[in-house]
């Protein structure tokens, strides 16, 4: 039986997984924005792809850590989670509103949980898994009250589909960021999917084309820098310090980011309702970070 020991309350970890979920709050609404004038495949294979030529780059300056042994394999699985879970976004994003896919991204961090205790050995406490339910739950509350989830269209499945892979892949990449950081970790990753990335993303541009207004390319650069490279550089640092389902439970408070920032920058309307759900989750989300969780004893910190 694997040996394991309670992970402390990190606030550093903490708040790099808030920074990092403050980037991935513009994720839907940009993506969204590109999807108007550009294909969803072009969109999801150029973004990885941006990523992955930026990686590159960043590992051939690097003359640190390498992964090794099983860690290659690992790498494999949670560059595949995170390029098809990138894939998926776009699909769905031409359908529905950023309002409703940040509603449906509410149930990653439940997801980032379990990918945690199946794949890094976590425990989190009885009381951890009370405050995620309850966290899903005002999500899920504030999605029926405002009528944003009505039976499931191919788009919400998608969506689905999206954040089922990115949790696996958040999962796995938390698991090697202990050792190899987390800029390294992402750039590994995104940089094994560069070969198998390239051909694909010039027959989708040949066959789509890339005519688009400078702000849908501005955007698709975003989530691509930003959005992915970065923002998940960030997030695995964060998990790294304070453990993969304890940082992934930041996540609930992205919905709520992002209504606020389609909002403010998109005109999409806000519910009047969004600033008490907000507190509340907030509420929870104080409360969970304080609960215990216990990690493999080899990938403590």
Same mark, same amino acid.
């Given at each position: 039986?694997?040996?394991?020991?309670?992970?402390?309350?990190?606030?550093?970890?903490?708040?790099?997984?808030?920074?990092?979920?403050?980037?991935?709050?513009?994720?839907?609404?940009?993506?969204?924005?590109?999807?108007?004038?550009?294909?969803?495949?072009?969109?999801?294979?150029?973004?990885?792809?941006?990523?992955? /030529? @930026?990686? #590159?780059?960043?590992?051939?300056?690097?003359? %640190?850590? *390498? &992964?090794?042994? +099983?860690? $290659?394999?690992?790498?494999?699985?949670?560059?595949?989670?995170?390029?098809?879970?990138?894939?998926?976004?776009?699909?769905?994003?031409?359908?529905?509103?950023?309002?409703?896919?940040?509603?449906?991204?509410?149930?990653?961090? /439940? @997801?980032? #949980?379990?990918?945690?205790?199946?794949?890094? %050995?976590? *425990? &989190?406490?009885? +009381?951890? $898994?009370?405050?995620?339910?309850?966290?899903?739950?005002?999500?899920?509350?504030?999605?029926?009250?405002?009528?944003?989830?009505?039976?499931?269209?191919?788009?919400?499945?998608?969506?689905?589909?999206?954040?089922?892979?990115?949790? @696996?892949?958040?999962?796995?990449?938390?698991?090697?960021?202990?050792?190899?950081?987390?800029?390294?970790?992402?750039?590994?990753?995104?940089?094994?999917?560069?070969?198998?990335?390239?051909?694909?993303?010039?027959?989708?541009?040949?066959?789509?084309?890339?005519?688009?207004?400078?702000?849908?390319?501005?955007?698709?650069?975003?989530?691509? @820098?930003?959005?992915?490279?970065?923002?998940?550089?960030?997030?695995?640092?964060?998990?790294?310090?304070?453990?993969?389902?304890?940082?992934?439970?930041?996540?609930?408070?992205?919905?709520?980011?992002?209504?606020?920032?389609?909002?403010?920058?998109?005109?999409?309307?806000?519910?009047?309702?969004?600033?008490?759900?907000?507190?509340?989750?907030?509420?929870?989300?104080?409360?969970?970070?304080?609960?215990?969780?216990?990690?493999?004893?080899?990938?403590?910190?």
């Amino acid at each position: 039986m694997q040996e394991t020991k309670e992970c402390g309350l990190n606030r550093h970890g903490l708040w790099l997984g808030l920074a990092a979920v403050a980037m991935f709050s513009l994720n839907l609404p940009l993506t969204r924005l590109a999807a108007q004038e550009m294909d969803p495949l072009f969109i999801g294979l150029m973004r990885c792809l941006l990523a992955a /030529l @930026l990686a #590159a780059w960043l590992l051939l300056a690097d003359s %640190g850590l *390498r &992964p090794r042994g +099983a860690e $290659w394999r690992q790498l494999a699985l949670c560059s595949a989670a995170l390029v098809v879970g990138c894939l998926f976004f776009p699909f769905a994003m031409r359908e529905v509103s950023a309002a409703h896919g940040a509603v449906l991204v509410g149930i990653q961090p /439940l @997801l980032t #949980a379990l990918a945690a205790c199946w794949r890094n %050995g976590e *425990r &989190p406490s009885r +009381a951890f $898994w009370l405050c995620a339910l309850m966290g899903s739950g005002i999500v899920v509350a504030f999605a029926l009250r405002q009528g944003g989830v009505v039976g499931f269209a191919p788009a919400d499945l998608a969506m689905f589909g999206a954040v089922a892979f990115c949790a @696996l892949g958040y999962a796995e990449g938390g698991r090697l960021a202990n050792r190899l950081g987390g800029w390294r970790t992402i750039c590994w990753a995104m940089a094994l999917a560069g070969p198998v990335l390239m051909p694909v993303t010039l027959w989708s541009a040949w066959q789509h084309g890339t005519a688009a207004s400078p702000l849908a390319w501005a955007s698709l650069i975003y989530i691509s @820098l930003f959005g992915l490279l970065i923002g998940t550089y960030i997030w695995y640092a964060g998990m790294a310090a304070a453990s993969v389902a304890r940082v992934g439970q930041l996540q609930l408070l992205q919905p709520f980011l992002t209504l606020a920032l389609a909002g403010a920058l998109f005109d999409e309307s806000v519910p009047g309702e969004f600033w008490w759900f907000s507190l509340a989750l907030a509420a929870v989300v104080w409360l969970g970070r304080k609960m215990p969780v216990r990690r493999p004893v080899q990938n403590a910190i």
